[in-house]
T-cell receptor, first 113, second 114 residues
Framework: EDKVVQSPLSLVVHEGDTVTLNCSYEVTNFRSLLWYKQEKKAPTFLFMLTSSGIEKKSGRLSSILDKKELFSILNITATQTGDSAIYLCAVEAGTGSNYQLIWGAGTKLIIKP | NAGVMQNPRHLVRRRGQEARLRCSPMKGHSHVYWYRQLPEEGLKFMVYLQKENIIDESGMPKERFSAEFPKEGPSILRIQQVVRGDSAAYFC????????????FGPGTRLTVT
């Protein structure tokens, strides 16, 4: 059965700290891995990763994929209270037009001032 | 360019009633996905549709749930004879095509069954 596991489930740090969120997966016919940030409502897209070893960056956020070890990490440096959210990892798996997203349970990140 | 729109944002139904949730994709997007989020759980895929076509409904409960995406108008997720366990947030996402395109999410509809 395809599965995506995120860790930790929750994390509390102080403003300015650096955090690393983990996402491991076991799926058949991997296509891509996506990171989303969910605040009060709908998730917002952060990154899509398809190739191993290529870091994607957006401001203080960065992410990398390891297709050999089947995991991805999301790094946030110099955290701010606005980074408090649930970070969701999803893996796109399937072939042709028959694919779907398998979601992790999320990491709840709380940044204390 | 308006984002994905969902309505209503909050819906309260009594047990046994029907719930209809609407999703208008982003302009230019022809692919729609429905997800359900239960408290303390991640998003669970329900169904993937293109215009007038259900592509993948492997996440849909076998009974009481149905979805459509007509040629004109929004996508509709319909839940008949709602039960308390249907209370959840239902998110719709759209993408311009299938495959390697990120999905953009709507604000969700929070369904409460009393």
């Amino acid at each position: 059965e395809d599965k995506v596991v995120q860790s930790p489930l929750s994390l509390v740090v102080h403003e300015g700290d650096t955090v690393t969120l983990n996402c491991s997966y076991e799926v058949t016919n991997f296509r891509s891995l996506l990171w989303y940030k969910q605040e009060k409502k709908a998730p917002t897209f952060l990154f899509m990763l398809t190739s191993s070893g290529i870091e994607k960056k957006s401001g203080r956020l960065s992410s990398i994929l390891d297709k050999k070890e089947l995991f991805s990490i999301l790094n946030i440096t110099a955290t701010q209270t606005g980074d408090s959210a649930i970070y969701l990892c999803a893996v796109e798996a399937g072939t042709g037009s028959n694919y779907q997203l398998i979601w992790g349970a999320g990491t709840k990140l709380i940044i204390k001032p | 360019n308006a984002g994905v729109m969902q309505n209503p944002r909050h819906l309260v139904r009594r047990r046994g009633q029907e719930a209809r949730l609407r999703c208008s994709p982003m302009k230019g997007h022809s692919h729609v996905y429905w997800y359900r989020q239960l408290p303390e759980e991640g998003l669970k895929f329900m169904v993937y549709l293109q215009k007038e076509n259900i592509i993948d409904e492997s996440g849909m409960p076998k009974e009481r749930f149905s979805a459509e995406f007509p040629k004109e108008g929004p996508s509709i997720l319909r839940i008949q004879q709602v039960v308390r366990g249907d209370s959840a947030a239902y998110f719709c996402a759209s993408s311009p095509a299938g495959g390697r395109y990120e999905q953009y999410f709507g604000p969700g509809t929070r369904l409460t069954v009393t």
